[in-house]
């Protein structure tokens, strides 16, 4: 497994390393420039947040981000005077346990390289630079074989690093100030990869040249990639003649939504977009109504684009309100293009994520989020890649095979992520969010709803279950290598509807909390919906539309995707979902663990 | 300012240390052996964690620990046999927002090192020992001289390593393995400083003697305290004969409670406490009924302690449940004895803190909880401690001078710490404990709670105290040296009773939101009692008992214990209260800034 990225878009290569790692696809290299820089991507989603969390690091983004709790409409009312109109709540109440922040990209990558060189043996390498591809189709067939070589230069720290990072600007008092300028790599800037590679090649100073062959390549560099280009794939839609101005600085303004995030749209002067971040800053995204110098073949000229000329532009749209700086952290602008790619994938061997593959608006905070989003849907593998496919493939087999009985778990959906609701650890009485049990540590999970067990069919079922999940020749042990742990494969998860004191963990099958010889029961694997003592009633079954006299039974993939809802004893179709893309390993029993969450 | 710690008791120092730092006291030197052992002191209360969650780490423990959520009595029923009797919460709900967890008493040195690395320049030094030690009456009077002084010798490697530390056991199964032995420093263990001392002075190779002036010291050193020793100063108390063993393991049990805190009571073998801990540990308190081991003299004969004899213990206790484990992580035994000293310093120069001045029963959870207290209530100095004495004298100083009107704030009691509930920040609607506000760094705060902003009487208290307290006269700027800003030694938050729309941040006084030439506003020092999207509401008037209509106002310590209550507009009284012991400064308007949370 190979990634090839640019240093303009550094982010979903790490995202691709990490997740690379997890699906166990054998990593052999990851190319990127992580250089640090201010600005760029910022604003995280909720669901983001979730994938974060899944890797362990969506604390150090909470406590350092800045969040945005609501959104404020500006608008001119019938004199032209720019009002308040309208406020929102920024992230829907409900929809999930975190709601939208803004934390500046940098510490992000660093939250990614921290998590890969805690759990993962990757390394992540900078200044290096694909200069030749080529893929064997004749290869492309056997997933044994590696169809792809890419010759890599390393290049010298003065060419990795690039020309343009900071400029003098004047104060408004008329004293100078160095800030980070952004333009050299907004999309108003020509690209540079080919002029890096011709440069790299001529220089003596270069480092090193190595040859890699790879079964599989994930090409995360960014709009202008190169990896694209290779497999002569295009970008198709448009970009509008707008140019808008970024400005990261710590505001002086008498506007009283600043510290929101605001849509504000002036009577004839343009709109700007406030995004409150950490540390004091906010970002400002200003419309410049300067569509004349654009040059006649769509890219703009870029020489008269300034910070003053930006914030001119702000303090007339933002008019009676007054806004100025002495602080400008970085600053940039671009022309809004939205392009999607003719082809996502060359024979399922080399993929293209994030900018390569898709461009957005950056106001609609789609560029990060989707692109992380891209490298994970990667991680839904699982076992052997042969005979799985990718996730796609997955959700296709499950479609012909089985059969889910949705009406079961009403506000369940296949094919999204699974909600999360907290829920009581039967053992010790500690709430968890469901979703805090589902780690991306690869596994499949299969979380039993056998309703309330003072039920006695409910505890006959669950029983049955047991034994059969239990049982030598259960599915699970079929597909789980020898050497391995019962559940490193298919975790089973239960979630019994109450009451918590009326049930005890050992009246449950072993199936449910294996034990190990030294390691004892498994306390970690069997939650309750109930009241907790400090942290309210997660009401799981309510809100999971699951009945708690009748229960149900829920497969959820590594990356906490749904795929199937059915009965709490149709082992048979569980057998059968996993039939479709499971490998049957040697007979020898796994071996049984205790997970600490 | 010097500290003196024993290696038995390391955890009092660093806080002692990290305080030191806060409360501008010089410090000089900082001694302890930091060794991380396994076991020691690992409950930590409510209140403790509030205390770290101020000093900006309380995730990290909240994150690693086990949560400890409920309590379950064990009883012999009639007859005989053991049955849960009854269960309670384990942290009363609704006293704060965190609860009693159990963590590694390592880790949490650890957090207080990282903490202190981060925010200060002292050095932490280990295998430091004290060997003589005198004290100058005739300086004591006189808080900028030097009364103290200490010769100090800093022991080799060899040394500074205990002697015992690990030691073979023979599992069930008969096979050997190695597990950490804690009696070498339990209280069964003799008192070996002296012996220490004398070694090191003999001892070529030990590497530095130096001799230290300082102007205040604190013996954290453990129960066996040389500082107290040479303070010629007692502990006052009993020991029982009663003999505790401890194991921590990761138990092979039936017991259903396991992973509860329980308390097991038998009818005629002894008792059990399980204290369920991080990483599937449990420890267990098993007491021992050999007491016909016991010495005349009251300590323990220590050599027939095995950790074979311990579960031997816990499992005629636990009859009819088995019990067992192939993992032990470490053990000890100890004699209760609770004590507490004749006097807690000499001059207010030399203070004692944790088990050099008051010992406990391990299992109340005392020992680390309150020593760490013990050091952080020495925070509670502001400004220069000539005028000030500590945090009794500036109480006794409140008590003279003003008089609070508790029935303004009927759920706020003066000399605890304030109570925390949910409020919104003003601008930008980000839910926050108000706990959160109040960070452990060496400010005073006056908090006013103005009530309803849309009773116009409200927003004129508001304006007028907004005007006092701003005006180039008042105390702030009288106290606050002229180099500093304005909110650096007494911030004022303001948290208004809603509704958080019909308030807007700029019409209040400059004074509860200063500006700043380069920073603009300062957004985070006014809060709403009001309903969040995603946290539900706080009601924090309802929960403080202060009616809305009307206001009060709270002046709250550095460590977050209320000083005094009073009117919204109580300038003069809040004059009077800092006047009790605060210094006036030159006459310099101090900077205002934005203070980022």
Known sequence: MMTISMRSKTLAKATSAYSAGLSYIDPKTVLTELQIFNGQADGLQCRTLEIFDSFDFAHRVWRESNHMLEIWFW????????????RIADTIPGISRFQQVVLHQGRIERFFLDSIKEHSDI???????????????????????????????TLSEEEATPAQRQQHHRRADGTQSVINDGLFRSNLAADDTDDLIRVAKANNNASSVETVKAKFMVGCDGAHSWVRRQLGFKLEGDSTDYIW????????TDFPDIRHRCAIHSANAGSVMVIPRE?????????LQVTEHAQSGGKADRSWITPEVILQSAQRIMHPYKINYTYCDWWTAYQIGQRVGDHF??????FLAGDAVHTHSPK?????????????????????????GDGTEVAANLQRRVVSKTHLATKIDIGK?????????????????LQELLKSNGRWRIIVFPGQLTQPQNMQRIQKLGDQLGSQDSFIRQYTPSDQLIDSLIEVLTVHAGP??????????????????????????VFVDDQSYHEGYGQAYFNYGIDPIHGAAVIVRPDQYVSWVGEVDDYEDMARFFSGFMRVQDSSKPKSRVVKL
């Open 364 to 388: 609609a905070g789609q560029g990060m989020n989707v692109s992380m989003q891209d490298s994970i849907i990667i991680v839904a593998k699982e076992g052997d890649s042969v005979e799985q």
């Open 123 to 153: 390394t992540v390498e900078r200044g290096v630079l694909p200069t030749t591809f080529e893929f064997d189709e004749a290869k492309a067939a056997d997933f044994e074989d590696y169809p792809i070589t890419v010759t890599l230069r």
């Open 245 to 252: 101005g970024v400005l990261d600085i710590v505001p002086i």
């Open 500 to 525: 918590r004191t009326g049930v005890e963990l050992l009246d449950l099958p072993e199936a449910f909390h294996p034990f190990d010889e030294e390691m004892g029961w498994d306390y970690w694997k």
């Open 75 to 86: 608008n001119p009312d019938k004199d032209g005077i720019l009002r308040r109109s309208d």
């Open 345 to 350: 994938s060359l024979r399922e061997r080399v």
């Open 279 to 287: 540390n004091k800053l906010v970002r400002l995204y200003i419309q």
């Open 417 to 433: 992520r699974m909600p999360s609701f907290k829920v009581l650890n039967q053992s010790d009485a500690r709430p968890w969010h």
